[in-house]
């Protein structure tokens, strides 16, 4: 995934019909990014060219950047929550004749753009599907190179995402995980814990089936240690132990799925019963600033009645 158009006004179809050339993307930033993108080919088309420009050669950060936003979107109406599973890098790295990681380093671009424009307008925290728990069964190369990737991409943007006040938290099943990534990951978590601009919370070895149960396992430890009664247990106390009460809110309020594919596929399982979908056809590298403004715009016309009805 990582390797994470329906506009909603009338009855419409979940994919949009429409498909167009994109321009090439203009990333105003400074993120401190030299080594992603090093070993990918000289005949990578304009999104790649886009994905290397600017990145580099800047050191300003998102934190005092006053941004208008884009025509239609009410500030009042913004999630606070944006989940996203980050699907088809490696059909977009098909499609041009690359090899599968090409597509990865290409989606870690995406993301970067995707995490300064929620800093830009108002989203409060992000959570990306990065790696699957079921991901473990891909060839072995690309698993090494996934975490590779993860472990390089944190490391050089530690120090930008301290600086523009970005809080990163991880979840999922460590226990595959090698020894220098988890050291990093709780460096990075520790040295950001108190940004307040955004939550970024990545899911890596994550399964929305292994949250809950590692959340029933965690009940049952304390209730045999006399912590809590059968009566204490209920949703919220369930909630209490799923890995995402590391963040004020746990409950995405959208979810963008990129691809064209049409389901959750093991993620924030609990955490998802009331959010709203929005599918794409758009593949994750060739995600950007106009499918955003899309994806918000359709949640943004959406009434959410979470089982009520509205008089």
């Known amino acids: 995934m990582l390797s994470l158009r329906v506009a909603i006004p009338a009855a419409n179809t979940l994919i949009p019909t429409k498909t167009k050339p994109k321009p090439g993307l203009v990333v105003q930033t400074g993120w401190n990014q030299t080594d992603l993108f090093s070993s ?5 088309d304009y999104k790649l060219q886009a994905a290397t420009t ?27 929550h944006v989940a996203v599973i980050m699907d088809g890098n490696g059909r977009w790295a098909r499609q041009r004749g690359l090899p599968t990681s090409a597509g990865h380093e290409a989606g870690v671009k995406s993301l970067r753009e995707m995490v300064e424009l929620c800093c830009q307008w108002g989203i409060q ?27 390089r991409a944190l490391e050089s943007e530690m120090e930008s995402f301290q600086r523009s006040g970005i809080r990163i938290s991880v979840i ?9 990534l988890l ?12 940004n307040t601009r955004l939550q970024l919370i990545v899911a890596v070895s994550y399964s929305g089936k292994y949250d809950v149960v590692q959340a029933c396992r965690s ?3 304390r209730a045999k240690d006399g912590q809590i009664q059968l009566a204490d247990i209920d949703e919220g106390l369930i909630e209490q132990e799923l890995e995402t009460n590391c963040t004020e809110y746990p409950y995405p309020d959208l979810l963008i799925r ?15 019963a009331y959010t709203e979908l929005f599918f794409t056809q758009e593949l994750w590298p060739d995600f950007g600033k106009e499918e955003f403004v ?10 959410r009645r979470f089982g009520g009805r509205h008089s």
Not at 40 to 44: E, H
Not at 185 to 191: A, D, G, S
């Open 172 to 180: 999922g099943d460590s226990s595959k995980l090698p020894a220098s």
């Open 219 to 221: 009940i049952v430890e």
């Open 258 to 272: 990129t691809s064209g594919e049409l389901r959750v596929s093991n993620f924030l399982l609990w955490q998802l």
């Open 40 to 44: 990918l080919p000289k005949r990578y």
């Open 183 to 194: 050291s990093l990951i709780n460096k990075v978590e520790e040295t950001t814990k108190n």
């Open 125 to 151: 925290v992000l959570t990306v599907f990065a790696f699957s728990s079921e991901n473990w069964i891909r060839p072995k190369v690309e698993v090494n190179f996934l975490l590779s990737l993860f472990e």
């Open 54 to 80: 600017g990145l580099t050669d800047g050191r300003a950060s998102v934190e005092d950047k006053e941004v208008e936003l884009p025509a239609g979107l009410s500030r009042e109406l913004m999630p606070k």
């Open 294 to 303: 899309e994806a918000l715009s359709s949640y943004q016309q959406r009434q």
